[in-house]
């Protein structure tokens, strides 16, 4: 990961250096709120996309520094999520107002617009990482639908399952080995995990905030940030924070949910991480180190970014006890502020 982009609330991105936090550019083109923005492509790393309100998909080129295609919704509806993936990795997914639209990767071609399946705005698309022909969408109207992009995609043909959440999903995620797992967020701050294969809940955490709250011993945990899989240890870590900045990183036990399908139980475990001092508002995102996902890497100590709504970007190192610490800027001006080192309290792994 040799770039680091955030979305404002101007509208704008701008990139940084991962490891050293060294502002790199910004670009400009969205005229409403930027929902989605990520590098899709890993064998592109240099390609970046981004979602917005205004109803495109804007592809950037890093190397070039501007912007190289654009993708277009339907009457120009606003776009929340989107990804990469297909049989041949050309098929691009977003999710948008109670539809999910599909275009040729290589040459921008809207493929499909399916407007059945969902009800609600669709907050997140994701294809299986190994499985690539297989998209995952969710969305407020409390489904996930699994759709297989081989087949002819419309709104009859190619839907594989349909998975009854119960109540408007946020965020979704792929977990375990094989990826044969989901985690699943809501807007109301519940997670539940579920078998892939089956389509069945493995585990359903409608209390997680209390059961976080217990278990790191700080004020209580407010809301729900995102769950990261290790999988070269095979373990699932939900994200939570508080409103006053502070960020926990807390073991989820899963597998002793399929040894009794019919309680539907796991376990919130003691809090692994702390990450506090850097923010002094809600943390609405963390970008992990490569090496933290089971990638080695030779920036030995650094552990994650968080971005914040106090308009703060913090990178966050571990190492020895006395030196781990977090060093933060201020996203909102074009030269980084360098803020008082804090401290990491507990590395997760």
Same mark, same amino acid.
Request: charged letters at 20%; one cysteine or more.
């Given at each position: 990961?040799?770039?680091?982009?955030?979305?404002?609330?101007?509208?704008?991105?701008?990139?940084?250096?991962?490891?050293?936090?060294?502002?790199?550019?910004?670009?400009?083109?969205?005229?409403?709120?930027?929902?989605?923005?990520?590098?899709?492509?890993?064998?592109?790393?240099?390609?970046?996309?981004?979602?917005?309100?205004? !109803?495109?998909?804007?592809?950037?080129?890093?190397?070039?520094?501007?912007?190289?295609?654009?993708?277009?919704?339907?009457?120009?509806?606003?776009?929340?999520?989107?990804?990469?993936?297909?049989?041949?990795?050309?098929?691009?997914?977003?999710?948008?107002?109670?539809?999910?639209?599909?275009?040729?990767?290589?040459?921008?071609?809207?493929?499909?617009?399916?407007?059945?399946?969902?009800?609600?705005?669709?907050?997140?698309?994701?294809?299986?990482?190994?499985?690539?022909?297989?998209?995952?969408?969710?969305?407020?109207?409390?489904? #996930?639908?699994?759709?297989?992009?081989?087949?002819?995609?419309?709104?009859?043909?190619?839907?594989? #399952?349909?998975?009854?959440?119960?109540?408007?999903?946020?965020?979704?995620?792929?977990?375990?080995?094989?990826?044969?797992?989901?985690?699943?967020?809501?807007?109301?701050?519940?997670?539940?995990?579920?078998?892939?294969?089956?389509?069945?809940? #493995?585990?359903?955490?409608?209390?997680?905030?209390?059961?976080?709250?217990?278990?790191?011993?700080?004020?209580?945990?407010?809301?729900?940030?995102?769950?990261?899989?290790?999988?070269?240890?095979?373990?699932?870590?939900?994200?939570?924070?508080?409103?006053?900045?502070?960020?926990?990183?807390?073991?989820?036990?899963?597998?002793?949910?399929?040894?009794?399908?019919?309680?539907?139980?796991?376990?919130?475990?003691?809090?692994?991480?702390?990450?506090?001092?850097?923010?002094?508002?809600?943390?609405?995102?963390?970008?992990?180190?490569?090496?933290?996902?089971?990638?080695?890497?030779?920036?030995?100590?650094?552990?994650?970014?968080?971005? !914040?709504?106090?308009?703060?970007?913090?990178?966050?190192?571990? !190492?020895?006890?006395?030196?781990?610490?977090?060093?933060?800027?201020?996203?909102?001006?074009?030269?980084?502020?360098?803020?008082?080192?804090?401290?990491?309290?507990?590395?997760?792994?």
């Amino acid at each position: 990961m040799s770039v680091m982009a955030v979305s404002l609330s101007t509208n704008a991105l701008k990139l940084y250096s991962p490891m050293t936090g060294q502002f790199l550019g910004d670009y400009r083109g969205h005229t409403e709120r930027i929902n989605d923005v990520s590098f899709p492509d890993s064998g592109l790393p240099h390609v970046l996309c981004s979602a917005s309100s205004d !109803g495109t998909i804007r592809v950037w080129d890093t190397r070039l520094g501007k912007q190289v295609s654009l993708m277009r919704s339907h009457q120009s509806s606003e776009l929340f999520s989107f990804d990469c993936g297909g049989s041949s990795s050309s098929l691009f997914a977003a999710g948008g107002k109670a539809k999910v639209l599909f275009w040729d990767w290589r040459t921008q071609r809207e493929l499909a617009c399916l407007e059945e399946c969902h009800t609600e705005d669709v907050t997140q698309v994701c294809f299986h990482p190994s499985r690539r022909e297989k998209l995952v969408s969710a969305s407020v109207d409390g489904l #996930m639908c699994v759709f297989d992009t081989l087949a002819e995609i419309n709104d009859d043909e190619g839907m594989d #399952m349909v998975m009854g959440v119960g109540t408007s999903v946020g965020k979704l995620g792929f977990f375990g080995q094989s990826h044969a797992s989901l985690w699943c967020l809501t807007h109301i701050e519940t997670l539940s995990l579920w078998d892939f294969e089956e389509g069945t809940r #493995m585990a359903d955490f409608t209390d997680a905030r209390m059961k976080a709250s217990a278990n790191w011993g700080l004020t209580s945990v407010d809301y729900l940030i995102s769950c990261q899989y290790a999988p070269f240890v095979d373990r699932l870590w939900l994200i939570a924070g508080s409103n006053s900045g502070s960020v926990g990183y807390f073991p989820v036990s899963h597998s002793d949910c399929r040894s009794n399908a019919s309680e539907k139980t796991g376990m919130i475990r003691p809090v692994s991480a702390v990450l506090e001092g850097g923010h002094t508002d809600i943390v609405r995102s963390v970008c992990s180190a490569p090496y933290q996902q089971g990638i080695p890497d030779d920036h030995e100590g650094f552990f994650c970014w968080t971005g !914040g709504e106090d308009g703060r970007l913090c990178s966050w190192s571990k !190492g020895d006890r006395d030196s781990e610490r977090s060093l933060a800027w201020a996203s909102k001006s074009l030269v980084m502020r360098r803020e008082p080192h804090k401290k990491l309290r507990k590395k997760p792994y």
